[in-house]
């Protein structure tokens, strides 16, 4: 069974940081660009970060550009993102996704995790 | 950035009918759109990619067409399980932007 597993959210204080791990199975693991998107709680979906298939290349959504790192371990199977300095407008559940892709362009985020909560409060 | 809005932000329908939820890019996005159908308290699922094409295993009630700047998601005939919020989302470019979302109520 394909499946993400999301794990490490939690509260946290303001300025304070947190990693999120994403944990893959049931597929190829390194052939995929990897996604991190997050909500607010009664929001809508916000696309947070992209990692490609190798971990050569990211790309940062402007909100947490130079605070959030994406990073993965293709031997583990597993997506990070790491959170510094974090901002109460930070809270919302983290869902990690994969790209589905043809002939290398990604259409759409075709397999997601149930997501892990992050809460950035004093 | 790409900004995507749609229309209605809820919808208000019954169980068999037909309802239709647009999505209009800022800019040009050829036929790069996903719809998304999200429940409650559970992750987004993928529905809709290149702006009509149904994903595997999804029922054939649900249909997307458009491209350029105007999109449409369609559900031909209205099932319990379909009450949901439904997103739409540009790939064509970073960051791969969402609309704001459509909420679906039972009337």
């Known amino acids: 069974e394909v499946q993400l597993v999301e794990s490490g959210g939690g509260l946290v204080q303001p300025g304070g940081s947190l990693r999120l791990s994403c944990a893959a199975s049931?597929?190829?693991?390194?052939?995929?660009?990897m996604f991190w998107v997050r909500q607010a709680p009664g929001k809508g979906l916000v696309w947070v970060s992209r990692?490609?298939?190798?971990?050569?290349?990211?790309t940062y959504a402007d909100s947490v550009k130079g605070r959030f790192t994406v990073s993965r371990d293709n031997a583990k199977n597993t997506l990070y993102l790491q959170m510094n300095s974090l901002r109460v407008e930070d809270t919302a559940v983290y869902y990690c996704?994969?790209?589905?892709?043809?002939?290398?362009?990604?259409?759409?985020?075709?397999?997601w995790g149930q997501g892990t909560t992050v809460t950035v409060s004093s | 950035d790409i900004q995507l809005t749609q229309s209605p932000s809820f919808l208000s329908a019954s169980v068999g009918d037909r309802v239709t939820i647009t999505c209009r890019a800022s800019?040009?996005?050829?036929?790069?759109l996903a719809w998304y159908q999200q429940k409650p308290g559970k992750a987004p699922k993928l529905l809709i990619y290149?702006?009509?094409t149904l994903k595997s295993g999804v029922p054939s009630r649900f249909s997307g067409s458009g491209s350029g700047t105007e999109f449409t998601l369609t559900v031909s005939s209205l099932q319990p399980e379909d009450f949901a919020t439904y997103f739409c989302?540009?790939?064509?470019?970073?960051?791969?932007?969402f609309g704001q979302g459509t909420k679906l109520e039972i009337k």
């Open positions: 996704a994969r790209g589905g892709a043809i002939l290398g362009v990604v259409y759409g985020l075709d397999v």
């Open positions: 049931g597929f190829t693991f390194s052939s995929y660009w």
């Open positions: 990692i490609n298939s190798d971990g050569s290349g990211t």
């Open positions: 800019q040009g996005i050829s036929s790069y």
């Open positions: 290149a702006a009509s």
């Open positions: 989302q540009q790939p064509n470019s970073y960051p791969h932007t």
